[in-house]
């Protein structure tokens, strides 16, 4: 269908659209308008992927030199598989449409792992394997040395595509990752490379958060990037803890020890050079200024994003002549690394800011401020340098730099701890060096100032309001969207007791009381006995989920519940995990469902929908309140108290909330999907935790729904699965006007400009 939005005519490849997918894309219209950023929360399986990319490429459309590109950042690779799905259905419709006028090149871009085709390289196991694979058949030295050695092995793909130089150009349309390797295969180039290239030419480009949020990859892929650019951020009720993440570094004892075999090796490696080619080390420097010359990207800029190429008379003085010759800056990084293991032998929790730990390590190795915020490049220039292409075996010693890079960077919105032992347990020697980042809004400060607009949208953002704070940014438009059913789909409840009256929570004074513990396996049983087809119970981490499994076991709860339903377990192990879940799909394919116990924030929280029969019924067994003991926490807490005026409490109420959202979203994925939801914990019952729950699922909530015990809620559960076994219209367009036709919005744009 094709509609207008004030003066924008919008192309979308379906008949009919819902409310709130024209109301969203109402309000993005009107962010890209005023060229500012938005916040966005629309629920699950309303259509969300689809609303930004029609808005937005039919905004291209409309004007084409008011934004240049649009950048889609995902979390995963399954969910940058699926934006690009999406997208070339769209793309048919407005080709249909427009013809060739509409013609874009769209493309996904990841890691070597997931786009190399070499036979013998992508064979290797992990991501860092691939990356080493990779340089040792495509470096610069390797392949110069084979002009005169025959003998010497290259990647023939990347051979080929050098070969075709600036003719290496994929046609229009859009590409998977699949969609690349294929065509990588059929042309003989390789895949990796020529998305790399492409993207600087992409209409739409789809990648992961850290292409943008993390220096280290964000000066090499992102540094092209326009003003002009739209970003979007999709699912990003964690971002503040993305950005947190991409610049936290903890060194451990096996860091510092693999960084000095590291040193080892790489004075090694100089002395074997200052014996065969003395010179190349002395023109060294030259090449590092002009390396950052051309990149724009000194560590002393924000994030180290891509900026104007610098004066002459400063890149001159980039570098402290301290750590201009090799052996110079392996002598300052053995000295680091000396202080780091004094360090680590702290006896007591030792907690300071950077400031503090640079004068103290100033004062005792004569290593300055400067010097250290230089270190990674400087090490990246030697590994150059030196033609050591396997840097996955020097990963400790970039672990060493990136630390003293960021240290020597930020003087506010860091804190180093470091703790001898973990509290949870204390006989177990396990010092750390944490270099945790406080403030989210320093990652992706540099997102919001150099785009003018990025859009930050999920299904859980609530409560919304605090992301400004948290982000420290201005958005234009902050909205969230409730969703419009043809029936009462969507059961939450909030349980707060067991069906002997006593209270139920996973408080600390509470969670270990074995009424609570026999009341929870009892719900659940109850549960399994009465909801066909798949239930998923999410716990508020592992510990806890394997201490409450355990007493179900002892008071022979377990065994029950599976003469009604398979259970199986996520774990902290990946493989295991994605095999219970195939286990699980195909015990709930079978008819007889089955039961996935899970935690939150763990992968199968985040990724992972239970749309359908696979998810009857989620329950939220406790409030997944971070560990409150945490040092890392406390310190950002204090510092969000003082900085942002953000209250303790209040932050960690939205964090546990949002994260519950998260996880008793993952049960309805479509409006013709029905679910239910019990939050399982008498907090939840409070005013102040519920209200801070998602739009969607309180205008579902009843006040009969309320301060439940396990009998009350049975019943609820049994009424709400027989009215859902009823016929219903499922077109959306009875009585409950749940789609909206061409005509629809054609009386919508009329009655907007008569000023109804």
């Known amino acids: 269908m094709k509609f207008k939005i004030e003066d924008v005519t919008v192309y979308f490849p379906y008949e009919f659209i819902y409310p709130e997918q024209h109301q969203y894309m109402l309000e993005l219209k009107r962010a890209l308008d005023a060229k500012g950023h938005c916040l966005l929360e629309m629920p699950t399986g309303t259509g969300k992927t689809i609303t930004l990319l029609s808005l937005i490429t039919s905004y291209q459309l409309a004007h084409p030199t008011g934004s240049s590109k649009l950048i889609y950042c995902t979390r995963t690779v399954h969910e940058m598989e699926k934006v690009l799905d999406e997208l070339r259905t769209l793309q048919a419709y407005q080709e249909k449409e427009l013809g060739k006028a509409a013609r874009i090149l769209a493309l996904g871009l990841s890691s070597r792992k997931n786009l190399c085709i070499h036979p013998k390289v992508s064979a290797e196991g992990s991501r860092e394997s691939v990356d080493a694979g990779c340089r040792r058949l495509t470096a610069s030295w390797v392949r110069a040395s084979a002009v005169d050695n025959p003998d010497i092995e290259l990647c023939p793909f990347f051979e080929a595509y050098d070969k075709q130089g600036a003719e290496a150009l994929l046609p229009s349309g859009v590409y998977t990752l699949q969609d690349l390797r294929n065509y990588g295969k059929k042309k003989g180039w390789c895949p990796y490379f020529l998305a790399r290239h492409m993207i600087q030419f992409a209409n739409v480009v789809v990648y992961n958060y850290q292409y943008l949020l993390d220096p280290k990859v964000s000066g090499i892929i992102s540094k092209e990037m326009q003003k002009e650019c739209v970003v979007v951020f999709d699912e990003a009720h964690n971002i503040d803890n993305v950005c947190i993440e991409a610049l936290s570094v903890n060194i451990r004892q096996q860091t510092v020890d693999g960084a000095s075999r590291n040193l080892s090796k790489i004075s090694q490696t100089i002395q074997r050079f200052k014996a065969t080619d003395a010179d190349r080390l002395r023109q060294e420097y030259n090449r590092l200024v002009e390396g950052l010359a051309q990149q724009g990207n000194l560590p002393g800029s924000d994030a180290w994003l891509a900026n104007p190429a610098l004066p002459d008379d400063i890149l001159k003085e980039a570098v402290p002549g301290s750590i201009r010759r090799a052996e110079h800056f392996l002598d300052v990084l053995k000295r680091l690394l000396d202080y780091i293991k004094h360090r680590l032998k702290a006896e007591k929790v030792e907690s300071e800011g950077p400031t503090s730990f640079v004068m103290s390590l100033n004062t005792q190795t004569l290593i300055d401020q400067k010097t250290l915020k230089f270190c990674y490049d400087r090490l990246h220039s030697l590994l150059l340098t030196l033609e050591i292409t396997d840097t996955d075996e020097f990963l400790h010693v970039q672990t060493i730099c990136n630390f003293a890079t960021l240290v020597g960077t930020y003087s506010h919105g860091f804190s180093i701890i470091i703790e001898p032992y973990d509290e949870r347990m204390p006989h177990i020697p396990d010092p750390v060096l944490q270099l945790s980042c406080l403030d989210a809004s320093l990652a992706i400060k540099p997102v919001f100032e150099r785009f003018q607009s990025v859009v930050i949208t999920s299904g859980t953002l609530s409560p919304i309001d605090l992301y ?289």
């Open 468 to 756: 400004p704070k948290l982000l420290n940014f201005n958005p234009v438009i902050i909205q969230s969207f409730t969703m419009s059913l043809t029936r009462d789909c969507l059961c939450p409840m909030v349980l707060t007791r067991g069906s002997d009256q006593l209270p139920v929570s996973t408080k600390f004074d509470m969670r270990s009381d074995p009424g609570v513990v026999r009341n929870y396996g009892r719900l659940l049983l109850e549960m399994v006995a009465a909801v066909p087809d798949g239930i998923v119970c999410f716990f508020v981490s592992y510990s806890y989920m394997d201490g409450i499994v355990n007493s179900w076991n002892e008071m022979g709860l377990l065994q029950d519940i599976m003469q009604h339903k398979l259970v199986f377990i996520e774990t902290q192990d990946v493989v295991e995990t994605t095999l219970a879940l195939d286990n699980y799909r195909r015990a709930c394919d079978c008819g007889r469902g089955a039961v996935f116990f899970s935690v939150a924030r763990g992968k199968v929280a985040e990724g992972i929908d239970f749309d359908r029969h696979y998810g009857r019924l989620v329950i939220m067994f406790g409030v997944p309140f971070q560990y409150t003991l945490s040092r890392i926490l406390i310190a950002r807490l204090e510092y969000l108290r003082d900085t942002f005026q953000i209250k303790e409490g209040d932050f960690l109420t939205f964090d546990a909330v949002r994260q519950a959202a998260q996880c008793v979203g993952r049960v309805i994925r479509s409006k013709s999907d029905y679910g239910m939801m019990i939050f399982a914990d008498k907090r939840y019952n409070r005013h102040d935790k519920r209200s801070k729950l998602p739009g969607w699922i309180l205008a579902h909530l009843r006040d009969a729904h309320l301060n439940l015990s396990t009998d009350m809620s049975l019943h609820i559960v049994r009424e709400f699965l027989r009215r859902m076994a009823q016929p219903y219209d499922k077109s959306g367009t009875g009585t409950r006007k749940t789609l909206l036709s061409q005509a629809d919005l054609e009386n919508i744009q009329i009655n907007a400009n008569a000023g109804f």
